[in-house]
């Protein structure tokens, strides 16, 4: 048994643990996974014939994963990765800890434990590493640039937002969409924070006073962390915005938790998109027809990550093609990616190996 | 009869105006409801209208936000009988609050007052670490330097060491012998020190210190900042004054650096409100920090403010800035990224 599969072996017996953050997999798919990504399943094990040279592909080793504390979906899929092609991997994880991923670092089999190492802090060594992934804010990002050393390959994910596109607005799209919405406290780049609905004034009123009786009843099954007091203030002063604007004549309306901020659905009849103050917050817009659709949402496209419509169909999927999304997904699955999902566009096993030549 | 302007102005200059601050802020209260058409409909929303609001604490705060909606100016007069127009600063990829005022009495006296109220002494050697007035017309804090020398030291000329192309020249104040007031933001100051022009003030020189602490390339506290400008001017840590004040409002709020709190003139109020619930705050408790200001006739009294504070009495709060704990966390993009134009 080759050295890979039997790191997918080992990985597969983790399924349990795993399968909630990086979606349904079995040997096979982790083996397909690695063929599709890199040409062959035998390739990081041996030389493998390509044309007039034999190539081989050897890991980015080792390899710094920093990964941040809103949802631990980010840190799973970025070690399994790292795993399933033989890096040592080195996982800073947030200060405050990954509660859902040390459970498992703590039950991982013997043939993976030696390929991994978690930290909450950062060693300074750690930066000496041969490729880094990062995921985070702007600011982290940032940092991370100007600490690690130039020639190192860096893959960012920076701060992302996602959206979803109703086509059929009922009752079991506000559900779904409420899930999408309040699922790890919006905090992903995954969590959808503004729903564009195809068709009428009338049906985006009528969607956007569903949805806000769908995350009234959604929000106990996915209740809030604490709170800052700023994350507060932000929702409370978008709120109050929508208010005074609407006071004002504008076609814009509110539904909003009482007593607390806990919900709030803002419908604006603007389809600018524009990344709302998180922890249960959200737009509604109408969605502009094809010829508006990347001017009307602006210039927050380019930060789109993901588009989860309803219903899930390709000839809908293609309207939205002007958006150049990464990924679209059926409504209720925003943030459970797939085992094969391209995150950021970017494939997921490609970018950590390099690969070695042997050419007569 | 007198026009509410002139009752405001005398009450401010301390001639009997108004027997209690609520009926002075209720007559406000009633002339923007009247007058300014976005106000009222923001507050006949909330269901405060004249006939419910009967104390300063049930004025309704306008976000300081609301000030950058063209479409609903909040003023009590057409534009075209603005006099002055102050901005907020930015860049011009931002959309920048603006504030008409009608008469500058209210806002100039509201500055000079307040400095008597504040027990400040007369900056009579006022030197300014800011472009001139005629470089900034749309900057209220400029405004408020210029109606204060032309108050305390109207034979000075020549005091503003930032030119309009930004470049700054201290050499004048370099030869100055006499105890001087610097008055600059507290980037201003942080640029003079990094470009090394900062220099040693004569003793008994103090500063005047204002602004925020966005848009420094480094993060600094401000402890620790005042440290440095205390060091680099050689002025002594207990001679620097903080102001705290905003386009948005009239009238500011000032500490000295050994206060814990900002202390606001007789015409202000101010209560801090839990964003959660939207109810006042228990004494001691960190919220957002809303002001009722009465010199903003033309405008909107009750503001409220971006920043954490702790209410100390009905007129001082300890101010505290943005919750620290609440940086962007994690990989969604919000709305707080879009200050980083990335």
Same mark, same amino acid.
């Given at each position: ?31 397909? /996974? ?12 041996? *030389? ?18 920093? $990964? ?22 080195? !996982? ?19 043939? /993976? ?77 995954? &969590? ?17 006073? +569903? ?7 959604? +929000? ?9 007091? &700023? ?20 076609? !814009? ?30 737009? !509604? ?15 927050? !496209? ?28 059926? /409504? ?8 094969? *999902?391209?995150?950021?566009? +970017? ?5 950590? $190996?390099? *690969? ?5 | 009869?007198?026009? %509410?302007?002139?009752?405001? %102005? ?88 603006? #504030? ?16 008597? #109220? ?32 032309? #108050? #305390?030291?109207?034979?000075?000329? =020549? ?22 007031? %610097? ?11 990094? @470009? ?8 008994? @020189? ?50 000295? @650096? @050994? ?24 004494? =001691? ?34 101010? %505290? ?22």
């Amino acid at each position: 048994m080759s050295p890979t599969d039997l790191r997918i072996r080992a990985l597969t017996a983790c399924n349990d643990h795993l399968e909630p953050w990086i979606g349904p997999f079995d040997e096979a798919a982790l083996r397909s /996974l690695v063929a599709c990504q890199l040409g062959s399943g035998d390739v990081l094990d041996e *030389w493998i014939p390509r044309g007039d040279t034999r190539c081989r592909a050897f890991p980015l080793s080792p390899l710094l994963h920093v $990964v941040s504390g809103n949802t631990p979906h980010a840190a799973f899929q970025s070690v399994v990765r790292g795993l399933l092609v033989g890096s040592r991997n080195r !996982v800073k994880i947030p200060s405050s800890g990954l509660p859902e991923f040390e459970s498992w670092i703590g039950e991982i089999p013997a043939e /993976l434990a030696d390929l991994i190492e978690v930290r909450r802090d950062l060693p300074p060594h750690w930066l000496e590493s041969a490729g880094a992934i990062v995921f985070g804010n702007q600011a982290t990002l940032e940092t991370f640039r100007a600490l690690l050393p130039r020639p190192i390959p860096l893959i960012e994910h920076g701060p992302k937002l996602s959206i979803a596109v109703i086509f059929q607005p009922d009752e079991i799209a506000a559900g779904l969409v409420a899930a999408d919405i309040l699922s790890h406290d919006q905090l992903g780049c995954l &969590s959808v924070q503004a729903v564009y609905v195809d068709g009428s004034p009338e049906q985006l009123r009528s969607f956007s006073a +569903r949805l806000a009786r769908a995350l009234e009843t959604a +929000r106990p099954a996915h209740p809030r962390g604490v709170i800052g007091l &700023s994350d507060s203030g932000a929702i409370s002063n978008a709120r109050e915005l929508a208010r005074f604007r609407a006071a004002n004549g504008e076609n !814009v309306a509110l539904w909003e938790s009482e007593e607390n901020t806990e919900w709030t659905v803002v419908e604006d009849q603007e389809p600018r998109l524009i990344p709302g103050p998180l922890h249960g917050f959200v737009t !509604v817009h109408p969605l502009p027809g094809a010829a508006r659709l990347r001017d009307g949402l602006g210039p927050e !496209v380019r930060h789109l990550s993901t588009a989860a419509i309803h219903p899930f169909q390709d000839e809908l999927a293609d309207r939205l093609d002007a958006l150049e999304i990464p990924r679209i997904c059926p /409504l209720g699955h925003a943030q459970k990616p797939p085992l094969f *999902w391209h995150h950021d566009g +970017r494939p997921p096993l490609a970018d950590l $190996v390099v *690969w070695r030549d042997r050419s007569p | 009869m007198k026009t %509410l302007r002139q009752r405001l %102005l005398d009450w401010m200059r301390g001639s009997s105006g108004f027997p209690s601050f609520d009926e002075a802020a209720s007559a406000v209260f009633q002339h923007q409801f009247e007058g300014n058409a976005a106000y009222r409909a923001y507050a006949t929303a909330l269901g405060k209208t004249p006939a419910t609001v009967g104390t300063w604490q049930q004025i309704p705060a306008v976000p300081t936000d609301a000030f950058k909606f063209r479409n609903f100016p909040l003023a009590c007069f057409p534009r075209e009988q603005a006099l002055k127009v102050f901005r907020t600063s930015g860049t011009t990829r931002d959309i920048r609050g603006e #504030h008409w005022m009608s008469d500058l009495s209210l806002y100039e006296t509201s500055i000079l007052e307040g400095w008597q #109220h504040a027990g400040l002494p007369a900056p009579v050697n006022p030197w300014f670490l800011s472009p001139p007035p005629q470089e900034a017309p749309d900057s209220s804090l400029i405004h408020m330097f210029a109606t204060l020398q032309r #108050h #305390h030291a109207p034979e000075t000329s =020549g005091r503003w060491m930032i030119d309009g192309e930004g470049r700054l020249n201290v050499s004048k104040l370099a030869d100055e012998g006499r105890p001087v007031v %610097l008055f600059a933001t507290a980037v201003a100051l942080l640029r003079c020190m990094e @470009s090394g022009k900062s220099l040693p003030l004569p003793s008994g @020189s103090w500063i005047f210190e204002t602004g925020g602490y966005k848009g420094l390339k480094v993060t600094l506290e401000p402890e620790a900042f005042r440290d440095q400008v205390s060091e680099a001017f050689a002025v002594p840590r207990d001679k620097l004054l903080n102001e705290y004040g905003m386009t948005e409002l009239s009238s500011p709020f000032y500490a000295w @650096s @050994s206060e814990d709190r900002h202390q606001g003139s007789p015409w202000t109020r101010i209560r801090v409100i839990d964003p959660e619930t939207g109810l006042e705050c228990e004494p =001691g408790q960190i919220g957002y920090l809303e002001i009722v200001d009465l010199a903003n006739l033309d405008s909107v009294a009750a503001i409220r403010t971006q920043d954490l504070a702790i209410a100390r009495d009905e007129r001082s709060f300890t101010l %505290l800035g943005r919750d620290p704990g609440a940086l962007p966390r994690g990989c969604s993009r919000r709305s707080d990224d879009l200050l980083s134009h990335s």
